[in-house]
């Protein structure tokens, strides 16, 4: 089963582009960050047509998240659970069933930016990202096969970024930004990109001011965690680089990992 994750910056400004990688790629699942619509205006008939089912979490102009799997999808969740009073469309969910292979459960987010930091909107994201890891304990309790796939916006490592002096002060980066990411991860969750890569360079994201990808000024902050059970059944993760550099592309790229049944 292969699952993907994709931040598209707007669906209907993108789709040739995004349809053309979904009809190359072929994932069994995907999850998709910044659809900027709601719900309605989502193209769903375009992947209905090629055999997805569609769930979607839209929101105005902003955020959105949507959930599209080849395969049956129960028990779908909208919002990260946690605050009542967050009307931010950041988080969908749902329990894949392949006829062939064990379910999957399959969560995609778009975690708040966070800058500027310090400040309001960087308080949000550390807020969120606790709901996250309550989210995450709350799984594994099930012990059940599940992804955490999506815009994390955040670096885990120096690694990760093109230049981390660059960075130091952004929020994506700070020291308390990947402490809780840490956290998360050390809930007992593999990177799955990490699996397959340990010491690799696998930028996700390149800014389009300053000539950020002729330059290679990536950074890498799309990200699939998996449960010990999912890490279990873990084949292969990549990134699809390629997608960047096409005539108006979002300027995240899929990120992707294959389970066995």
Known sequence: MKIATFNVNSINARLPRIL??????????AVLQEIKCVDEKFPAADFEDRG??????????????ALLSKHPVEDIVRGLPGDRDDDQAR?????VCPEDAGPVRVGGLYLPNGNPAPGPKYDYKLKWMKR?????????????????AGDYNVIPQAEDVYDPAAWAEDALFLPQTRAAF????????????????????????????????????????????????????FQNAGVDRKERGKEKPSDHVPVWVELSS
């Open 20 to 29: 053309e990688w979904f009809d190359a790629a072929a994932p069994d699942v």
């Open 52 to 65: 997805y089912n569609v769930a979607v979490h839209g929101q105005k102009t902003y955020n959105g998240v």
């Open 91 to 95: 988080y969908i969910e749902g329990l």
């Open 132 to 148: 996250l890891k309550k989210r995450a304990e709350t799984l594994l309790r099930d012990e059940e096969a599940f992804v955490l």
């Open 182 to 233: 840490r956290e998360i991860l050390h809930l007992g969750l593999t990177d799955a990109v990490r699996q397959a890569d340990p010491a690799g360079v696998r930028y996700t994201f390149w800014d389009y001011q300053r000539g950020a990808w002729e330059k290679d000024h990536g950074i890498r902050i799309d990200h699939l965690l998996l449960s010990p059970q999912a890490a279990d059944r």
